[in-house]
T-cell receptor, first 111, second 110 residues
Framework: EAGVAQSPRYKIIEKRQSVAFWCNPI?????LYWYQQILGQGPKLLIQ????????DSQLPKDRFSAERLKGVDSTLKIQPAKLEDSAVYLC?????????FGPGTRLLVL | SQQGEEDPQALSIQEGENATMNCSYK?????LQWYRQNSGRGLVHLIL?????REKHSGRLRVTLDTSKKSSSLLITASRAADTASYFC??????????FGIGTKLQVIP
């Protein structure tokens, strides 16, 4: 069974630029999550989808972050414009039950 | 906000020793999970314990849950160098909404 795929794996941008991350969850997983993990901290939930509907986006900075999950499968997370404090690893996970399966993450560096 | 708080934040032991890490949380939960994260990689699910369970085992892992104290512990027995990683507890308060703690960084010295 293929795992959660994410791309790109690494991204370096300058502040005020925009960036997009892509996630392909495990086939059949209805729930998809995006997390932000700052160095030395635990993952912080940004947004949770159930199929293509948003369950929780209370911690998503909506003035600069946006996410969509078209057709209830793949998802993209966008940051526009990026700030220095957005430097982090962005993790995507999917699940059918309580167990989440994580992708390898995208490491973002904002200069 | 992060509900779980792991203790200690860092732990260094010799190979073969047991490693114990603790997690405390603040609100009621449906279940509590432990995940492992190797450096620069994604998280891997280790074990899940439900709110009506007190202890669970999986291989060299033993998890306990005390809902009256809002705390859990993860014991790794006979540690190996490959166990070197960060360990996170994650609390599920319902609807599969999971909140992660700040993690314990475990180093197992060969």
């Amino acid at each position: 069974e293929a795992g959660v795929a994410q791309s790109p794996r690494y991204k370096i941008i300058e502040k005020r630029q925009s960036v997009a991350f892509w996630c392909n969850p495990i086939s059949g997983h209805a729930t998809l999550y995006w997390y932000q993990q700052i160095l030395g901290q635990g993952p912080k939930l940004l947004i949770q989808f159930q199929n293509n509907g948003v369950v929780d986006d209370s911690q998503l900075p909506k003035d600069r972050f946006s996410a969509e999950r078209l057709k209830g499968v793949d998802s993209t997370l966008k940051i526009q414009p990026a700030k220095l404090e957005d430097s982090a690893v962005y993790l995507c996970a999917s699940s059918t039950t309580e167990t989440q399966y994580f992708g390898p993450g995208t490491r973002l560096l904002v200069l | 906000s992060q509900q779980g708080e792991e203790d200690p934040q860092a732990l260094s032991i010799q190979e073969g020793e047991n490693a114990t890490m603790n997690c405390s949380y603040k609100t009621s939960i449906n279940n509590l999970q432990w995940y492992r994260q190797n450096s620069g990689r994604g998280l891997v699910h280790l074990i899940l314990i439900r709110s009506n369970e007190r202890e669970k085992h999986s291989g060299r892992l033993r998890v306990t849950l005390d809902t009256s104290k809002k705390s859990s512990s993860l014991l790794i027995t006979a540690s190996r160098a490959a166990d070197t990683a960060s360990y996170f507890c994650a609390t599920d308060g319902g609807y599969q909404k999971v909140t992660f703690g700040i993690g314990t960084k475990l180093q197992v010295i060969p």
